[in-house]
């Protein structure tokens, strides 16, 4: 368990605090596409899924990775691509939709004054990257159910799909007449 | 339940290009119910609904459901707090309906303080939904009629959706952005946090403006007065998320000791002036936590006393 900073990996066992991801995020922007799902990841999640011990490993594994690079905690829904790759699982809240209120004028996470808030590591990792607008999505709540599942084989099984509204719903600027009150 | 709230609702005075005024009482920690009624009927008349808040800082206090009801009994309109800090998804959407069949028309969703600086600080925190899912609950449980499990509510509830935003913590690009974000989840007002730093308050809402979001959600500009130097302090360095500029304190520390408290008022009552200034701003949320008697004074002073109230009130 890292008690003093931010960065690096801790239990995912204890209760959530913020983690500075230790990886720069141009890197997964540049790689994610090779996670992409495809027919030979979905045989691959269908094979890992035939197997209790060979879907062990293998999350054992993506936990081993995520928690390094993130702090990852498995909650077997990934959010990192349209986080800045800064995991919003960590924050004490555990907020998937941004920050809360509660962020010091120092950058400070109100729960945790000596680490710096992980929402403000997502939204300055994707600005500097041009993905301001991946933090505009609407995310929907998470299936606690997931915790401990794999994400990547969630994610090329489509089980992913609906984590966040597209189109309309997610739009914080839209043209539609304004709201009756 | 006696009376009837005597003023218009919340819901048609934010139609109204009136102002709308808005305050807070927090619940006592015991089970007087006299607290509650003493407190809103200091107010009644002088504001549009009253904020019943849902165990503060994460102190247990009597609920914001039963606050509620004892709000609407005193004869003012109630805003009902909900925070996820306590509930999950279960709870929330079970108390969000007992509001709407008990009467309660306003309900206020936000994430909450987390417990760790309350008086339980070995709670669980639950949080569950996050504060936009939450008013995506709502609005999913209001207009589709429907659970966050797909289940039909009949009939289902009514109440005006508010949310809450901080204008003044970082990230400073992305405050007016997540406000959008409530709004597109259905958030139809919004309470912000304290002001003192009323240019900072500009520029957060011109980005709203920016983002065509006054048109879609009413803003309610949080304000307060500061009573003590000593609550000055409490209140830079306990209260999350509270910028006060230092233009407050010299303020504060240039009257006599026995004056502080007055100086506290007169600026707060500046700060409601200026901010009603700023388009787009549809009126004030006065917080004056354990000082609800005094709100009314402060409002006479800002030029927000109504016709027909404030004869019992002694100034």
Redesign the interface.
Known sequence: MNAAGGRGARSIAAWPRPVRPRLPAWLPYRIQGLLAPNGGYRRLARWLEGSRARYRIFAATEQKVKNELFGCRMCGQCTLPVTGYACPMTCPKQLRNGPCGGVGQDGSCEVYPELRCVWLEACERAEDHGRAADLHLLQRPIDQRGWGQSSWVNYWDGRDDGLWATGAASAIRDDRPAAQV | MSASPPRPSL?SR??SAQTTVTSEVGPPRGADPEVIRRKVEALRGWVDAVNITDSQSAHVRLSNWAGSILALAAGVEPVMQVT?RDRN?IALQSDLLSAAALGIPNVLLM?G??P??GDHPDAK?V???????LV??ARTMRDEGRL?SGRKLDPPPSW?IGA???P????A??RA??L??K???GA??VQT?FVFDVPAFARWMAEVRE???D????VLAGVGPVRSLRALEYMRSNV??L?IPDEVGHRLRGVPPGRVADEGMAICAEIIQQVLQIPGVSGVHVMAPGFERGIPEILARAGLARAGVGSDHAY
């Open positions: 819901r934010l139609e996820c998804r994430t303080d987390h760790r600086f925190p949080f569950d939904l996050d504060s936009v899912q995506w609950t966050l005006l809450v935003e901080n003044f913590a970082p990230p690009g992305f952005a997540r959008g974000k709004i597109a989840a139809e007002f946090q983002l065509g979001l048109a879609r959600c009413k999350p998320g910028w």
